[in-house]
């Protein structure tokens, strides 16, 4: 399957060979990310992946965010992580023997979470068959359970008690090495890299990779935040910030979760208030006018924190947000360069950080380039969306499903035969 700039990829094998990529990383009753980078379920790749698994097995489809809802904790979190047991436990670093966690004996995972997108690919996995996840009792299952996520994310996570959901560790974004997170994690002490060993040097190139002084401050958070049982309020979180693309994205799976409540009998109202209320809060704590952007609020430090990261775009995809021109402006400004770069690159082309290659300090995403194609054709940017979407799938092709791509180049990198990659690229050709 090759594509280049100038011929456009042919669909038909593109198609074949994006299935093919779900079909190699099924386990049985989850998709891995990467057979060889990421060997377990983590939990906003499953949505994404949901998404596109849908246009080949609704059934499969349900089953994967079955298995996620599965591994849900008491107090209502989705783990980022839900480990296979069949795979080795020392097959990636910090797998299950550094968390120490799960919520009933034979499912482990991690303890930390990641964006709430279940929701959201839920109801889009309920309406590409409707008479199988009625067969199934697909949704009056998922409702109450993605009910209780929401819940946990509005009341626990709510640490600065103004109606966002906050992270606290950078894995929770799902952008691990974001240049947002420099000034929040230079107050985190980090663990010596001679006390941890990371697995996914065996598989990728350090200089795609995060540091190994990142990697020092993750496994610090992430151990501190287990020491104190993961629970919210008793730990002293050294890093704790409101995301615009985290936060975005919980309202776009609460007004899906009306739509789920209203199929199920249950009363939506409460979602809809949510997700007003959550937009709100968006507009009048994450907004920064003058750069045209949402960026991050540093709840620790304090104040909005002045990097240029994607996740403030991804907000273009709420219906009806009063900023959308101008967050379209600053789309197509220098900073992100759209439809002169290939895809949507995770941070400000113009930036002092910027480096194209190196994971989310730059290179291009599929499954948040999908993200602001959904909000350039619901602002009605169709010729801008029909763009994003060619160069999309012509990364795709010509990088074999890379994890992500360089998008001054086009060039991939990290991980190939990458499961929302692929996921992306069938739902875009749906
Ligand atoms: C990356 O994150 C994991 C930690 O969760 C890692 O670097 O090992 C991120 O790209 C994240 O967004 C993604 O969900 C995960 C699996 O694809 O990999």
């Known amino acids: 399957v090759r594509g ?20 190699t990383n099924w386990t049985g009753s989850s998709t891995v990310p990467s057979r060889t980078l990421y060997p377990h379920q983590w939990s906003w790749d499953s949505a994404f992946i949901a998404l596109g ?70 109801w889009e996995v309920f309406r590409a068959d409707p008479a199988e996840a009625g067969r199934r009792g697909f949704l009056t299952r998922a409702y109450p359970r993605l009910a209780a996520w929401h819940r ?9 008690g103004r ?3 906050a992270i606290v560790h950078p894995w929770e974004s799902g952008m691990d090495n974001s240049p947002c997170w420099d000034g929040p994690l230079a107050r985190v002490e980090p663990v ?14 350090s200089a795609d990779r995060p540091t190994d002084l990142d990697y020092g401050r993750y496994v610090r958070l992430a151990s501190d935040y287990r020491d104190h049982g993961y629970d919210d309020a008793a730990t002293p979180h050294a890093f704790a910030v409101e995301d615009p693309a985290f936060n975005a994205l919980l309202v776009l799976s609460e007004l899906a979760l009306a739509r789920v409540a209203d199929a199920v009998g249950a009363d939506p109202a409460p979602h809809r208030k949510r997700a007003e209320e959550v937009t709100a809060a968006l507009l009048d704590l994450l907004w920064d006018a003058p750069s045209g952007l949402f960026l991050c609020r540093d709840l620790v430090g304090g104040g909005l924190i002045r990097e240029y990261g994607v996740a403030g775009l991804v907000p273009l995809a709420v219906p009806g947000l009063p900023v959308a021109a101008d967050l379209l402006r600053t789309a197509a ?39 602001v194609h959904l909000g350039l054709l619901e602002h009605g940017e169709t010729a ?37 990659t692929a996921a992306t690229v069938l739902d875009l050709l749906a």
Request: charged share 25%.
């Open 4 to 23: 280049t700039r100038s011929d456009a990829p042919d669909v038909a094998g593109l198609h074949r060979a994006a299935a093919r990529v779900l079909l």
């Open 53 to 122: 698994l849908r246009h080949l097995s609704p059934r499969r489809a349900q089953r994967e965010l079955e298995t996620l809802l599965g591994a849900q904790w008491d107090d209502g979190r989705l783990p980022h992580i839900v480990f296979d047991t069949a795979t080795p436990a020392d097959a990636y670093f910090p797998g299950p023997r550094f968390w120490r966690a799960g919520p009933y004996p034979g499912v482990r995972t991690s303890g930390i979470v990641q964006p709430p997108v279940h929701a959201l690919a839920a």
């Open 152 to 160: 946990y994310l509005g009341t626990r996570r709510d640490l600065g």
């Open 163 to 165: 109606g966002l959901a």
């Open 192 to 205: 010596p890299p001679s006390r941890f060993r990371r697995r996914d040097l065996d598989h990728a190139a």
């Open 333 to 371: 400004g220098e900073r992100f360069g759209l439809g002169r770069v290939h895809m949507v690159p995770s941070y400000d082309l113009t930036g002092h950080a910027f480096e194209p290659a190196r994971y989310w300090r730059g290179p291009s995403w599929f499954n948040i380039s999908r993200l």
């Open 384 to 420: 801008r969306a029909d763009a994003l979407r060619a160069s999309m799938l012509r990364a795709a092709a010509r990088s074999g499903f890379a994890e992500y791509v360089d998008p001054l180049t086009g060039e991939g990198h990290g991980s190939t035969g990458f499961a929302w």
